[in-house]
């Protein structure tokens, strides 16, 4: 079983930044791939970031790309997107999800390839 915890979101003005975190807890971090999702009210749940368990490949959605940052930091077993230039259409509630893959290199942006996923963290982006 694997807990996440995510951190960092708020209420911040367009054109701002915000760095998200989530900490993993329960399984090895480096058997994990990592995704960061969002859902706004009356959405789906959409594809953000993803980043690969050795960290060295990352895949994006298309409208994020340029202004936000997928990493992660083994020695804390924790996730981070790092979000500037935000926009309104930023606002949403962010999900961090991890999930048990046996490639170091592979990255998914579909929900269902993820096996755990964090509470949620509430972002902001007033205009």
């Known amino acids: 079983q694997v807990q996440l915890v995510e951190s960092g979101g708020g209420l911040v003005q367009a054109g701002d930044s915000l760095r998200l975190s989530c900490a993993a807890s329960?399984?090895?971090?480096?058997?994990?791939?990592m995704g960061w999702f969002r859902q706004a009210p009356g959405k789906e749940r959409e594809f953000v970031a993803a980043?690969?368990?050795?960290?060295?490949?990352?895949n994006y959605v298309d409208s994020v790309k340029g202004r936000f940052t997928i990493s992660r930091d083994s020695a804390k077993n924790t996730v981070y997107l790092q979000m500037n230039s935000l926009k309104p259409e930023d606002t949403a509630v962010y999900y961090c999800?991890?999930?048990?893959?046996?490639?170091?290199?592979?990255?998914?942006?579909?929900?269902?390839?993820?096996?755990?996923w964090g509470q949620g963290t509430q972002v902001t982006i007033s205009s």
């Open positions: 329960g399984r090895t971090f480096s058997s994990l791939v």
């Open positions: 999800a991890a999930g048990v893959v046996w490639s170091e290199s592979v990255t998914y942006s579909r929900p269902s390839a993820y096996d755990y």
């Open positions: 980043v690969s368990r050795s960290g060295g490949n990352r």
